[in-house]
């Protein structure tokens, strides 16, 4: 069941993953930033076979950087790919970042993670806010309407349409945010919720600080458009 396969995300991976990317000279760690996709991956992957596009999609992205980042290991020059300022450093230094057509930098490639991490903040803030009469597919496409869908034809916004009808309601949501697998009763259904709130809290905060120094760092390098 969809439970079962949502058993292994952990919200608290989110958490640790984005808080411990950020270090003290506000450098964002790649690796730390890639893990906390790889457990948000998971979540996309516990929802089932229709969301199966995105959380390709955003697979296909991690391992080109990750790719990225074997094939330019660290010298005693230092770690190119270690965080985004360095990344960023040596694809322009080396010419890699196209700014007219698409390319296959690293810059243009986390450039999508980056907008995809806007729409999540959006997208959890407004769950949040939400009760139980809420859609979780509205809620999501809200956030998608102002933080995706910009960027996207016509033809894959209505593909991300009709995969959002799919999305499971809000109590099975909580239920894989707080891995928990037995169906309570009301009590223990409303415990749970408190605290997934409570950590989905604490993960949206972690989120928008990285979300914010990366935004600052693309902005400063004017690769807020990067094609
Ligand atoms: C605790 C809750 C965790 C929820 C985790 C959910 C993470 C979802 C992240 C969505 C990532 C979307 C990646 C989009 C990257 C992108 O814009 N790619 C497009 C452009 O790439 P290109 O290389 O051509 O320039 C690409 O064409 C798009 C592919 C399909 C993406 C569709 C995006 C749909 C966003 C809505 C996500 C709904 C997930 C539901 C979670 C409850």
Not at 66 to 82: F, H, N, S
Not at 144 to 164: D, M
Not at 179 to 188: A, D, I, P, T
């Amino acid at each position: 069941s969809r439970l079962c396969r949502g058993r292994d995300f952990q919200i608290h991976r989110v958490l640790t993953a984005f808080n411990s990317a950020v270090t003290g000279e506000r450098e964002i760690l790649l690796d730390r930033y890639l893990e906390g996709w790889d457990e948000l991956v998971k979540f996309l992957e516990a929802l089932g076979t229709v969301i199966g596009f995105i959380s390709q999609e955003v697979k296909g992205k991690l391992e080109l950087v990750r790719d990225l980042r074997r094939g330019a290991p660290a010298t005693e020059k230092g770690d190119p790919y270690r965080t985004l300022r360095s990344m960023m450093a040596h694809e322009l230094r080396a010419g890699l970042v196209d700014f007219r057509r698409q390319s296959l930098s690293g810059c243009r490639t986390l450039l999508r993670l980056h907008r995809s991490l806007h729409w999540l903040q959006l997208f959890l803030r407004a769950v949040e806010r939400s009760s139980a009469v809420d859609s979780m597919g509205a809620l999501c496409s809200v956030a998608y309407n102002q933080a995706l869908a910009p960027y996207h034809s016509w033809l894959l916004r209505k593909a991300v349409g009709v995969a959002l009808v799919a999305l499971p309601d809000r109590a099975e949501f909580f239920r894989i945010v707080c891995g928990e697998e037995e169906k309570g009763e009301r009590e223990r259904e409303r415990e749970r919720e408190r605290e997934g709130r409570q950590l989905l809290e604490r993960t949206v905060l972690a989120i928008t600080r990285v979300y914010n120094i990366t935004q600052e760092a693309y902005q400063v390098n004017g690769m807020l458009d990067l094609p």
